[in-house]
């Protein structure tokens, strides 16, 4: 998809989302082409500054406390790996980062080659394997169905009794997601961060829910 149909089909969907979909518990999809071209420039460079850090550690923290250890991770739509440079801090975990643009990721296996690195449009794709914990961290949103895409992970690549860690900024929607989610999914804790210039997170970790 060239970068002009990008945008338009950006745009329409956004729109969707605005009028409609905010209300039905739905996510407001990005083209790849769009974060193919954000990715080559440095849009999304401000995700490595310190008054962003307390929301990434904040998953750190989470996974130190309902996690054995080295239990693997899934991260999807891991960007540049701003998030596995937390976990690097702390020590080395098994980590696997995909995200849908390739630019992220030769980015992110350029800096950390010791993890592993894949280009994956998860709306559609198969990723192979099962992990203890599943992280979507500020991504969540960009999937048409963020419900859909749970299950999806749930029957592919969520061993059992898993953890999924969330994070997803407050915009107008995110909230009825969060509703939905936990008809699926049993929150264990979260927490709302707010940094210094007024953002806000709010940031789970959840288990399927036992019914
Ligand atoms: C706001 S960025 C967050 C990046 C990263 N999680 C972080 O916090 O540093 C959202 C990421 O989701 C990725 N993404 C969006 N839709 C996706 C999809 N369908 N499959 C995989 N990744 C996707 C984007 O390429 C982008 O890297």
Redesign the pocket.
């Known amino acids: 998809m060239s970068n002009v149909v990008g945008r338009a089909v950006n745009k329409l969907n956004h729109l969707f989302f605005k009028t409609v979909g905010k209300h039905i518990g739905m996510g407001s ?2 083209s790849k082409s769009t ?1 193919e071209q954000q ?1 080559s420039s440095d849009v ?1 460079d401000y ?1 490595e500054n310190p008054d962003e850090a307390e929301h ?1 550690e904040c998953i750190v923290e989470f996974y130190k406390k309902y996690t054995s250890s080295n239990a693997s991770i899934l ?9 596995y440079s937390y976990f690097k801090k702390w020590q080395p975990v098994s980590f696997f980062g ?4 390739d630019n ?1 990721v030769k980015a992110a296996a350029k800096q950390f080659p010791e993890a592993k690195w894949e280009t ?4 559609n794709q198969y990723v192979d394997g099962k992990f203890d914990v599943v992280i979507f ?3 969540l949103y ?2 048409t169905r963020p419900v859909k895409t749970i299950k999806k992970c749930l029957d592919e690549n969520m061993k059992s009794n898993g953890l999924f860690i969330i994070s997803m900024c407050e915009y107008e929607g995110h909230d009825k997601i969060w509703k939905d989610l936990e008809k699926v999914l049993t929150v264990k804790e979260e927490r709302t961060i707010t940094n210094s210039k007024g953002q806000t997170w709010v940031t789970k970790a959840l288990v399927l829910k036992l019914l």
Not at 75 to 83: A, E, F, P, T, W
Not at 98 to 101: E, G, V
């Open positions: 999809p990005v974060w990715y999304w995700l990434y991260d999807i739509g891991s960007g540049k790996g701003v998030l995909i995200d849908i643009s992220a994956v449009n998860y709306d961290n500020e991504t960009y999937f």
